[in-house]
């Protein structure tokens, strides 16, 4: 079963990256095999991994800090799943995210496999501004807090500016907290209007906007399903927003502007 799974993954790390056509093709004829090597071996590996990354992120966030638990555990589990789905990454304007500056991640969300490709390929210490419920989740919940995720009650905004108020003090520098302004997964894909959460917390922290364009990931894994299938994923980084001197008057612009900034980054048929 393992050298069945290990050809298998060969096979479509090897097509996922190939014309449109040819991966349609394919799968159509893998994608039945495919959910057997899923269900067989990549779920048990994934709560497998998930348990153990969570455990090492837990360990290490005590014992050297919540940073080094993030970006070794945090990052290299979702690296892991993305290699054994296998999905492959195309990141472009990696420059636009300097470790030496925090940011809000405003990002468009298609899909679930999302958080993995931010989370494994956006070079940033990342953190997600999570409801309070998911600390209750076991082993996850507590891998979560010990990295530096940040939970908040959404029905408090003052609890919430609070604790990302304190979690960038206690994190530092290089800090990517994460947002998806659509405020649930888009089905067709195209961008859904904007909420206003990540956008109060740029101006009121004063730390500028990054916007991210993520395309690719409902083909891989669509909204709403467990179809999963390989392929390829692009994260797109543009140029920081900054918010240095903006008032709570200006965040609709704010809005609009990183809005367009990630629209303008979507393939032609989502447009």
């Not at 994608?31 to 290490?60: D, E, H, R």
């Not at 470790?99 to 405003?106: D, I």
């Not at 029905?155 to 800090?175: E, M």
Request: aromatic share 8%; charged share 20%; with cysteine.
């Amino acid at each position: 079963a393992l050298t069945g799974a290990l050809l298998l993954h060969r096979i479509c790390t090897f097509f996922s990256g190939h014309r449109a056509r040819s991966g349609r093709a394919l799968k159509k004829v893998l994608f039945w095999p495919f959910q057997v090597y899923m269900w067989l071996i990549f779920i048990p590996l994934v709560i497998v991994l998930t348990l153990l990354f969570s455990l090492g992120a837990v360990i290490s966030s005590m014992l050297v800090s919540p940073s080094f638990g993030s970006r070794v555990f945090g990052a290299n589990w979702a690296r892991s799943l993305g290699i054994l789905t296998p999905i492959r990454v195309v990141v472009e304007g990696a420059e636009h995210a300097g470790k030496q500056r925090s940011y809000v991640v405003a990002s468009n969300h298609q899909s679930m496999y999302d958080i993995l490709v931010i989370y494994g390929w956006l070079q940033l210490d990342m953190k997600w501004v999570m409801k309070k419920e998911l600390r209750k989740v076991p082993g996850i919940g507590i891998g979560c807090e010990k990295v530096g995720h940040i939970f908040v009650d959404r029905r408090n905004p003052k609890q919430a500016a609070q604790a990302i108020s304190d979690a960038l003090k206690r994190l530092g520098d290089g800090v990517g907290i994460l947002f998806f302004p659509e405020g649930t997964r888009s089905t067709s894909g195209k961008l859904l209007p904007f909420k206003k959460g990540a956008f109060r917390t740029a101006i009121e922290q004063q730390i500028p906007v990054l916007p991210v364009t993520v395309s690719g990931t409902r083909d891989i894994c669509p909204n709403k399903t467990l179809k999963v299938f390989p392929g390829t994923a692009h994260l797109v980084l543009h140029e920081p927003i900054e918010t240095a001197g903006m008032t709570l008057d200006d965040m609709d612009a704010l809005m609009d502007k990183c809005r367009q900034t990630i629209h303008s980054a979507l393939p032609a048929e989502l447009q």
